[in-house]
C-alpha cells in the first residue's frame, strides 16, 4: 500500500494542540508501518522549519523517530515541501532517510500516473503578492543572508508567527471555492497523461472524479489520508474528530 498525507503543520497551536497532532500523526503512521510500502509527505508537514548547517528546531522527537524507523525498516520515505518547510536542507534525508523534492513531482505508483505536488505555488499567475511573497521566501540568496545574519531564536520567532498567521487563514477556509486555481490547472495540464492528481495547502479533504483530483486535508481538524493500492485503486480516507 502506498500512502499520501499533507499538512500535518506540527509545532502549530498552543502547547495541546501541538502534542495532540503529534500524537495522532505517530499513531497514524505506527498503524500503517507494516503495511506502507511508500508513504509521500506532500508539504507543510511542520509548521515551520529550517535548517541551519548545525541547527533545525527542536521537537518531533517522536515523529521523526518514526519516520526513521519505517525508512530504517525498508519503506520509501517521500517529502515535497510546502510554504512551510520550505528551507530544508540536508537534514532529513540523512538522519531520516527522506527523499526531498522541492517542485511539483509526477510519480508512475502501481501502474498509475500521479502529479503529486503541495499547491501553494500552483496557478498563482493573476495572484501578484503571491508570487512575490513565494519568490521572496524561496530565494537561495535569502537563504544564505538569513542563515549568516540571523540567529536561530530570532528566524525561529519570526517563523512561528509568520506560519500561525498563515495557518489559520487556510483554516477560515471552509468553501470549494477555494479549490477552484487547482481544479483548473489540472483540466488545463496537457503536458503528460495523468491518471490523478494529489495537492495539499488547502486544508480541505475532498475529490473530483474529473479529472481525477483528490486534496488532502489538514490534520488539526482530524486526519486524512491517501491510500493507493498495488492495483491502482486510490482512495481518500477521512477521520474527523
Known amino acids: 500500500m502506498i500512502y499520501f498525507a499533507s499538512d500535518i503543520h506540527l509545532g502549530g497551536g498552543d502547547n495541546t494542540t501541538q502534542k495532540a497532532t503529534e500524537q495522532r500523526f505517530v499513531e497514524w503512521l505506527k498503524s500503517i508501518e507494516s503495511s506502507a510500502e511508500a508513504l509521500f509527505l506532500v508539504g507543510d ?54 527523499e526531498i523534492y522541492t517542485t511539483p513531482q509526477i510519480f508512475t505508483l502501481a501502474n498509475r500516473t500521479l502529479y503529486v505536488a503541495h499547491g501553494d505555488n500552483t496557478n498563482i499567475k493573476g495572484q501578484l503578492m503571491l508570487r512575490l511573497m513565494n519568490s521572496i521566501f524561496r530565494s537561495k540568496t535569502l537563504r544564505v543572508l538569513a542563515r549568516v545574519l540571523i540567529h536561530p531564536d530570532l528566524f525561529l520567532k519570526f517563523g512561528q508567527w509568520w506560519s500561525g498567521k498563515s495557518r489559520k487563514s487556510h483554516c477560515d477556509q471552509s468553501s470549494l471555492s477555494y479549490l477552484d486555481p ?15 492528481f494529489i495537492f495539499g495547502h488547502i486544508h480541505i479533504a475532498h475529490r473530483v472524479e474529473e479529472p481525477s483530483i483528490l486534496f488532502l486535508g489538514n490534520w488539526h481538524n482530524g486526519c486524512s489520508w491517501i491510500e493507493l493500492d498495488n492495483d491502482g485503486n486510490i482512495e481518500l480516507k477521512i477521520d474527523k474528530l
Open 182 to 196: 487547482l481544479i483548473e490547472f489540472a483540466k488545463n495540464y496537457n503536458q503528460t497523461a495523468i491518471d490523478h
Open 45 to 98: 508537514i511542520f509548521d515551520f522549519w529550517f535548517e541551519y548547517k548545525r541547527v533545525v528546531p527542536k521537537g518531533f522527537v517522536r515523529t521523526l523517530g518514526q519516520l526513521a524507523k519505517m525508512a530504517d525498516n525498508g519503506t520509501r520515505i517521500v517529502m515535497l515541501t510546502g510554504n512551510h518547510d520550505m528551507w530544508v536542507a540536508d537534514y532529513l534525508k540523512v538522519e531520516c532517510g527522506i
